[in-house]
């Protein structure tokens, strides 16, 4: 059974920082593209940021740009999501996907974790 499961999320005020992890099992994603996104109350799921399968390539939505750092080592089925600066539109829960191409519209990349919250206090 192949399983992403994210950690890391919490609470934390305005201009904080958290780091997410998300680790795979049941299937080796050492090959496959891996990254976030998010859904806030009320809102579609959006993509944040993704990494190619050898940390190389990267790509960010552009509210998250310059704040959020992507990355994962070689061929790894760990990713962590470093997030700086947070505010309080950054609130949302936040899951992990991986596939074999990139996909930025909500349905993501293939597979998909259960989330972590992320709540961001003014």
């Known amino acids: 059974q192949v399983q992403l499961v994210e950690s890391g999320g919490g609470l934390v005020q305005a201009g904080g920082s958290l780091r997410l992890s998300c680790a795979a099992s049941g299937r080796t994603f050492s090959h496959y593209y891996m990254g976030w996104f998010r859904q806030a109350p009320g809102k579609e799921r959006e993509f944040v940021a993704v990494?190619?399968?050898?940390?190389?390539?990267?790509q960010y939505a552009d509210s998250v740009k310059d704040r959020f750092t992507i990355s994962r080592r070689y061929a790894s089925d760990i990713v962590y999501l470093q997030m700086n600066n947070l505010k309080p539109e950054d609130t949302a829960v936040y899951y992990c996907?991986?596939?074999?191409?990139?996909?930025?519209?909500?349905?993501?990349?293939?597979?998909w974790g259960q989330g972590t919250q992320v709540t961001v206090s003014s």
């Open positions: 996907s991986g596939g074999p191409t990139i996909v930025t519209g909500p349905i993501g990349l293939g597979y």
């Open positions: 990494v190619s399968w050898t940390g190389a390539y990267t």
